[in-house]
């Protein structure tokens, strides 16, 4: 009879127990809890604006975003009103960065956006809301890394997951031949000559930056792309596209610094144009035809360089 009782005990133990963990698991699954979506450490939101693509003002339209969790959808309205934190800016160029303040990511200046209504609204029985951001992106430097930081200030229902309360919204750029989210390389194959020598057979990878709505930057020559400030303005060329696809290139620095370039029309092989071109195998390639004289910064020779670059244009990507 003893050992009955025991046994009768245990089971109700084991009974109450799986009870209550069916009600915490119960309530764990269908607690709603609110969150600002973001990915990795420092909470980051990153959205591409088409330097083409602004309003008659030159605005294009960036967002974030929250959520709202659980097994069911909210019985009620959330508003999460929306403040900007300079703390966060700060903290991930110091985390990321440390002392080396060149590499540090730039804050966005808040002449650049409108906020025009600073919160997040989740309807009732809806899951996500967003947030508007209006903002200018044309001369942005395709070299710098833009952030704007926001942070929760209050969420009028439900629980406010703390460690997605904060986002830093980034901003990459893009145009029709290259996006900053991930740089595009074009194969090169060039004819570089040096006064009236033989002309040199030269082939690479160029990577291609956006830098308007109709115009990109390349590195002259045969020159491949360095991530510095003085490579930049002595290497770099800014091509721009007209309505007929003609091509203008001209330095990208401007300054007694910045790479000398005279562009030379009438080749017929590379007259500087831009087009689409079928390879016949159902390829399509984006393709720069070009012929322009530069100086070498590193050794002041002259060289004509013609070069084709081209890349596979896949319909409907981000770049199209």
């Known amino acids: 009879m003893k050992y009955l009782k025991i046994i009768i005990m245990t089971v109700l133990v084991a009974a109450m127990g799986a009870c209550n963990s069916n009600e915490i698991f119960e309530r764990e699954q269908y607690k709603n809890v609110v969150a600002v979506l973001s990915e990795g450490t420092f909470n980051i939101f990153a959205e591409e604006h088409d330097l083409a693509g602004g309003d008659v003002e030159g605005y294009t339209d960036g967002f974030i975003a929250a959520s709202v969790g659980g097994v069911l959808v909210t ?60 903002m200018k992106v044309n001369g942005l430097s395709p070299d710098s890394v833009y952030l704007i930081p926001f942070r929760v200030h ?76 003085k490579s930049i303005v002595q290497w770099g060329i800014q091509l721009t596209m007209d309505a007929n696809s003609h091509v203008t290139i001209s330095p990208w620095d401007t300054s007694p610094f910045g790479m000398q370039v ?24 984006k393709t720069f035809l070009l012929c322009y004289e530069y100086v070498d910064p590193t050794n002041n020779v002259t060289y004509m360089m013609k070069e084709e670059l081209r890349t596979e244009y896949v319909k409907n990507n981000r770049n199209q």
């Open 75 to 134: 019985a009620q309205p959330i508003t999460l009103s929306i403040v900007e934190d300079e703390s966060l800016f700060h903290a991930y160029n110091m985390n990321n960065f440390d002392t080396e303040s060149y590499r540090y990511a730039r804050r966005l200046s808040e002449d650049r956006y409108v906020v025009e209504q600073p919160f997040i609204s989740i309807p009732e029985s809806e899951r996500g809301g967003t947030m508007r951001i209006r």
């Open 262 to 285: 005279k562009q030379v029309d009438g080749d017929l092989d590379y007259p500087n144009i831009f087009k689409l071109i079928d390879d016949g195998f159902g390829r399509v390639f």
């Open 154 to 229: 209050q969420c009028s229902a439900h629980e406010l997951n703390q460690q997605k309360s904060t986002v830093l919204y980034r901003i990459y750029l893009k145009n029709f031949w290259a996006s900053t989210t991930s740089i595009p390389s074009y194969n090169h194959r060039g004819l570089r000559t040096e006064g009236t020598g033989v002309p040199v057979n030269t082939m690479m990878q160029k990577a291609v930056h956006p830098v308007a709505g109709n115009a990109v930057r390349i590195f002259a020559g045969n020159s491949t792309f360095a991530a510095n400030e």
